[in-house]
């Protein structure tokens, strides 16, 4: 089974915040990252440390360090060509990065799972509808896309 891991999750494991949300992200986050990974093949991609890299991010170094290792997967013009048809068809936001990359990427290397803590554009039941319906007319199946709460193994 592979999951592919979208910058928030990534970024929730080594912020430093102590707000109450970031805590409870890091926390979970690093409970999976410690109990569940070694079960599945992970991936990120080139975008993931593309976001990760923006000067404006305090915890670059670690966030890369953190990483280390993992399958990195590339940017595809047929990625970006999915990419886009998901921006026009509304399931995901413009312009052509991030989320939408993410989510094409993730189903055209037919990863099994999306795990994030973005729940606006990724991790949300609403949005999971749109994006299986696009996806399943254009011949493609979509990953379960998840925060890491929710993808324990018994």
């Known amino acids: ?17 102590t707000d109450p949300s970031s805590l409870h992200r890091r926390k979970e986050s690093l409970e999976w990252w410690n109990s569940e ?4 093949e992970l991936c990120v991609s080139t975008e993931v440390f593309a976001e990760l890299e923006a000067p404006s991010y305090p915890s670059r170094l670690d966030a890369a360090r953190f990483i280390q290792g993992i ?3 590339d940017l595809t013009p047929e990625v970006l060509d999915f990419a886009r048809i998901l921006i026009e068809e509304r399931v995901m936001p413009g312009p052509l990065k991030g989320d939408a990359l993410h989510v094409a990427l993730a189903t055209l290397t037919r990863a099994d799972y999306l795990l994030s803590w973005n729940v606006k554009h990724l991790a949300n039941p609403n949005k999971r509808v749109h994006l299986a319906k696009t996806c399943l007319r254009l011949g493609h199946t979509p990953p379960t896309i998840l925060t890491p709460e929710f993808l324990w193994e018994e």
Do not use: D, P, Q
């Open 1 to 17: 089974m592979i999951v592919y891991l979208e910058t928030s999750f990534v970024s929730a494991c080594v912020t430093t915040r």
């Open 37 to 40: 990974r070694g079960k599945y």
């Open 71 to 73: 399958l990195v997967l």
